[in-house]
């Protein structure tokens, strides 16, 4: 089992920026992690995926150029830097891992195998 716990959401106003955290329990290095998104009433969205090694990273496009999903080895973390926020970009953010690929994995958070309580981000205009 590996536990996820993510922070670093907060309240901010559009053009602003926020670090999220995802703090793993154990060695995270060798497993697909993304963050996932899910605004009231809407269905969970795929924000960004790094594949192990970090050798392949996905992002949907209304975050291209915003976003920068990253991870440290070292402290078993996953981070996503959103940079240029925008009232849209308000969800509840979570972290998933799995050992599969990110390319069978998709952009399902169902299929990940461990996922974090979330951690809120709102973004005011």
């Known amino acids: 089992q590996v536990q996820l716990v993510e922070s670093g959401g907060g309240s901010v106003q559009a053009g602003g920026s926020l670090r999220l955290s995802c703090a793993a329990s154990?060695?995270?290095?060798?497993?697909?992690m993304g963050w996932f998104r899910q605004a009231p009433g809407k269905e969970h969205e795929g924000v960004a995926t790094?594949?192990?090694?970090?050798?392949?990273?996905y992002y949907t496009d209304s975050v291209k150029g915003r976003f920068t999903i990253s991870r440290d080895g070292a402290k078993n973390t996953l981070y996503l830097q959103m940079n240029s926020l925008k009232p849209e970009d308000t969800a509840m953010y979570y972290c998933?891992?799995?050992?599969?690929?990110?390319?069978?994995?998709?952009?399902?958070?169902?299929?990940?195998?461990?996922r974090g309580q979330g951690t809120q981000v709102t973004v005011s205009s």
């Open positions: 790094l594949d192990s090694g970090g050798r392949s990273t």
């Open positions: 154990k060695y995270i290095y060798s497993m697909c």
């Open positions: 998933a891992a799995d050992l599969r690929t990110c390319t069978v994995l998709g952009g399902n958070i169902g299929r990940y195998n461990y």
